[in-house]
């Protein structure tokens, strides 16, 4: 998949359009646009975190530090850093030299125009499904590391100080990241060196978005970014100091941030909050825009190295904390979904759940090998599989391959997919066999030549791979096939 499904509108042209307008394609359903609610005092903001950071990177790794920063990540998945050691200076050059970009004439960006193969560039959708309802909002995407994949070439040229000024900012917050990383490990109870390992060493990613809001004529109608969780490690956000926008889930509810002056907005995303095994909360959040003034802000996206399985660290399971995800699925594998669908919520990291490794067969999942894997069918990945059919025409001419594709959920085989649409075919085709004592060759035989050919070889495979040994109706099922 090279292009994008639809030409690509440019919000900020839109915004200097002038129209009162949004198009249609930009309007959310009221289920996604309610209002941040009251909250209570106690719960009105994310926490805030001060780590001593100086000009000479001497942290603070105090025991009361290591529990803020747990009790934060459990509750609110959310926190904002101060005193962090980034210069101010370099932050605030690095937000100028970007505002300064995406106020170039359009040709000039244009030429960065980005694509879905691998997003680096100046972009306006995320996601690739035809007709999905757009975010009031552009960016740019760029590659920092590892290395061999920071690509200057790819990065703007125009304002000239943009590259070495992004460069600076980007060694400075991937340096304060490596500190989170030792900080969030032993917050866990982990040694030091834990997450930094299971990363990739060296090795591991880090990307910069930079998010462009512009003034939008009916903000009720829309969001700047829809509801996510950020798919790879943490993310490190330099918000807009002037005008919010970014809300937090907390419960049923959206809070609001509110930056502090030289602060920077820490979130724990997916790959964290399984290798935590669910301790730590990659928390949804939403970008409001407004009618009055554009918004600039800066995520720093830390990620494991693409190629490496991310799974729960050993050492926080026990029999009574079962590992909740999957040991085998890759950050390249896991990206791919947010890179096809778009945001929906925290929809895919719950998904992998659904995803269950024998633990007998870890070294081989974890070895790359091919251990075998268990599916639990949870509600979530049942609706998915429902929608994914129906979009096939249903599941007389759904395939199993058209399903995995159309599902796109990490660490789901073609087997999983398979034996599954064989027990919906029987469910839907033949409800009252789901008790297996209750199948007839009379009700059988009355049904089955409703259905294609095809079909009829499908339901028959599905009858007998649900009735093996199923001692005693073996029989009455050949006598039923006798009659097709
Ligand atoms: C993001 C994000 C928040 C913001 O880019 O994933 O959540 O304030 N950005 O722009
Ligand atoms: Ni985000």
């Not at 005092?41 to 009361?64: F, Q, R």
């Not at 200057?152 to 000239?160: D, H, S, V």
């Amino acid at each position: 998949m090279q292009e994008w499904p639809e030409p690509i509108v440019r919000v900020q042209s839109l915004s200097e359009s002038g129209t009162g307008n949004i198009p249609e394609r930009f309007i959310k359903p009221p289920s996604e646009r309610e209002a941040a609610q009251l909250v209570p005092e106690m719960t009105k903001s994310i926490p805030v975190i001060d780590v001593g950071g100086l000009a000479n990177e001497k942290y603070t790794y105090s025991e009361e530090t290591m529990r803020a920063i747990s009790n934060a990540c459990e509750e609110w998945g959310f926190f904002q850093l101060v005193n962090h050691g980034v210069s101010k200076d370099v932050m605030e050059k690095a937000r100028e030299v970007w505002r300064e970009f995406f106020h170039l004439p359009m040709e000039e960006k244009e030429v960065y125009s980005n694509s879905p193969t691998n997003y680096e560039g100046y972009g306006s959708r995320v996601g690739v499904e035809k007709d999905a309802t757009l975010d009031w909002s552009d960016y740019f995407f760029l590659h920092l590391l590892p290395e061999n994949q920071r690509n200057y070439n790819e990065w703007p040229n125009l304002p000239t100080s943009l590259r070495k000024m992004t460069e600076k900012y980007g060694n400075e917050v991937v340096k304060l990241c490596m500190f989170l990383m030792e900080m969030l490990s032993m917050s866990l109870g982990l040694d030091k060196g834990y997450i930094r390992e299971a990363f990739g060493g060296d090795d591991n990613g880090a990307c910069l978005r930079v998010c462009f809001y512009p003034k939008c004529p009916q903000p009720d109608l829309t969001l700047g970014l829809s509801a996510h969780s950020d798919p790879g490690g943490f993310t490190v956000l330099l918000a807009d100091e002037n005008v919010p926008g970014l809300e937090v889930r907390k419960g049923d509810s959206w809070v609001t941030v509110q930056p502090l002056p030289g602060a920077f907005i820490v979130n724990i995303a997916d790959q964290i909050q399984v290798l935590s095994n669910g301790t730590f909360k990659s928390v949804e959040h939403r970008v409001q825009v407004n009618s009055r003034k554009e918004r600039l802000s800066m995520a720093l996206f830390f990620n494991p190295k693409g190629d490496v399985p991310i799974g729960p660290a050993e050492q926080l399971l026990s029999p009574e904390k079962p590992a909740l995800y999957p040991h085998n699925i890759t950050f390249n594998q896991y990206r791919q979904f947010i890179r096809q669908k778009g945001l929906h919520g925290k929809y895919q990291v719950e998904s992998l759940k659904a995803i269950v490794t024998d633990m007998e067969d870890d070294d081989a999942v974890m070895g790359g090998g091919s251990g075998k894997k268990r599916m639990r069918w949870t509600p979530e990945l049942r609706e998915c599989f429902e929608r994914a059919v129906d979009q096939l025409g249903g599941p007389d001419r759904a395939t199993p391959k058209g399903i995995l594709k159309t599902m796109s959920v990490p660490g789901l085989t073609i087997a999983h997919v398979k034996s599954y649409l064989q027990k919906y075919r029987m469910s839907k085709f033949i409800p009252e066999s789901s008790d297996g004592g209750k199948l007839e060759g009379r009700k059988f035989s009355e049904i089955l030549p409703n259905f294609s050919s095809t079909s009829r070889v499908q339901i028959t495979e599905a009858l007998q791979s649900h009735m093996e040994g199923q001692l005693g109706l073996e029989d009455q099922l050949e006598a039923s096939f006798l009659d097709i």
